[in-house]
């Protein structure tokens, strides 16, 4: 008879256990109101700086009644793949918006809509590359362009965090072979905070001949005019660019994007796998993105990312006053170093007593021995917040010093 002593469960037990002596146990907190600056998170009041819900829109009364209103009019699935009868008007209608919004880097901008940032990046890597594709892709991208790669089965060389100097000689000595080349990278680096080197990126991808995918899940609706993105935040063109946003983050709702070259993305339309055989996601959902994007857009997201700026200038210089050691980050992320899992975990049930959620972030996301606390901040926090978490900082800076 089976059992939950049997051989199977043991490996399965020896390994939670592995996963507990190393301090990388990661504990779900359940949320018991809507993604806000203070939350109710397991029935206690909190000030979160855990999301990524950069302008504070998760829980905008303008995108609750844009939800509302597609539900009404599409209801609550789309029934099927975007192929087989699962597109609705919403979908195509927010395509539309994003290429216009955002799809400036190139001629003919059309862009394609996913349930998710993690199926965006599977999607186009698997078509983009293949057997026989070399794949340059930056130490620090993103677990989803990681798999990405892995799935699609192409050759990877991974060059140094943000060293264009290495990536150009690994370009460079690949030159005689024939096969498709393809550059990924973050643009904001989701654990670090940092900006990806773009116009160096955009020059070596032309010069190679090479694709240049570039994942804007932390910068789209933060970064550049009108929060238009990184490519418009660094004023790049080019055909070879392929851009993926997600939705789930600034834009406060759910989902992700690609844009490139309407040919770029005929061929995902017929090849993605991870597009192809998904149901489409809630076209109520689509909807409601669209509202986001005016907002983004709009007057009031101007003020919203200003106000968001005013936040990082003063966490930069809070996190320098500790005894840790910040990333020198310009954007939402602002990741202050610890060291060691026991250490970053301490720091964070400590901040949790005095009703501060800041994440602590261990391995794998980041490399060993670099754990750290990631304060994420929001157009939703008030300076008053915000300074709530330096007084505690400060005070735990003295006691462990
Ligand atoms: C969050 C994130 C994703 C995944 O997007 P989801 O919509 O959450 O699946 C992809 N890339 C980066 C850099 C991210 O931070």
Redesign the pocket.
């Known amino acids: 008879m089976s059992s939950t002593s049997d051989a199977l469960f043991d490996t399965l037990k020896q390994g939670l256990a592995d996963i507990d002596q190393r301090g990388l146990r990661r504990r779900r907190r359940t949320a018991d109101s809507a993604c806000a600056a203070h939350m109710t998170v397991d029935a206690r009041a909190i000030i979160g700086f855990a999301s990524?819900d950069y302008l504070g829109l998760a829980a905008h009364e303008k995108l609750r009644a844009a939800l509302a209103e597609g539900a009404e009019r599409y209801g609550a699935g789309s029934g099927g793949s975007h192929l087989l009868g699962g597109h609705s008007r919403a979908h195509a209608q927010l395509e539309d918006d994003l290429a216009a919004f955002s799809g400036g880097f190139v001629d003919n901008p059309r862009a394609l809509y996913f349930s998710?940032?993690?199926?965006?990046?599977l999607a186009v890597l698997t078509t983009l590359s293949g057997r026989g594709t070399l794949v340059f892709s930056d130490s620090l991208n993103?677990a989803?362009?990681i798999d990405g790669v892995r799935l699609s089965r192409a050759e990877v060389q991974i060059y140094p965090h943000a060293d264009m100097a290495a990536l150009d000689a690994m370009l460079d000595a690949s030159s005689g072979e024939a096969a498709t080349k393809v550059i990924v990278t973050?643009t904001v680096f989701?654990m670090d905070g940092d900006i990806a080197p773009l116009a160096r990126l955009v020059e070596l991808a032309e010069r190679h001949g090479a694709w240049l995918v570039v994942?804007d899940?932390?910068g789209f609706g933060v970064l550049g005019p009108q929060g238009r993105g990184a490519l418009a935040h660094a004023a790049l063109r080019s055909p070879h660019l392929v851009y993926?946003g997600?939705?789930?983050?600034a834009a406060g709702v759910?989902?992700?994007f690609v844009i490139a070259h309407e040919t770029a993305i005929e061929w995902l339309v017929q090849r993605a796998r991870p597009y192809i055989f998904t149901t489409a996601s809630p076209p109520a959902v689509a909807h409601a993105v669209s509202a986001s994007i005016r907002i983004i857009g709009s007057e009031e997201g101007d003020a919203r990312r200003e106000h968001l700026a005013a936040l990082i200038e003063t966490t930069r210089a809070m996190l320098r006053r500790t005894r840790w050691l910040p990333v020198d980050s310009h954007t939402a992320v602002q990741p202050l170093v610890i060291g060691g899992n026991d250490d970053t975990l301490a720091l964070a049930a400590a901040l949790d007593a005095k009703g501060l959620w800041v994440p602590a972030i261990r391995p794998p996301t980041v490399p060993a021995g670099t754990s750290r606390l990631r304060i994420s901040l929001s157009a939703s926090h008030s300076d008053g917040d915000l300074a709530l978490l330096g007084d505690a900082l400060h005070a735990l800076s003295e006691r462990q010093s």
């Not at 997600?246 to 983050?249: A, C, F, M, N």
């Open positions: 990524n998710t940032g993690y199926m965006a990046n993103h989803s362009l973050d989701s994942d899940a932390h993926v997600t939705l789930g983050k759910a989902g992700a």
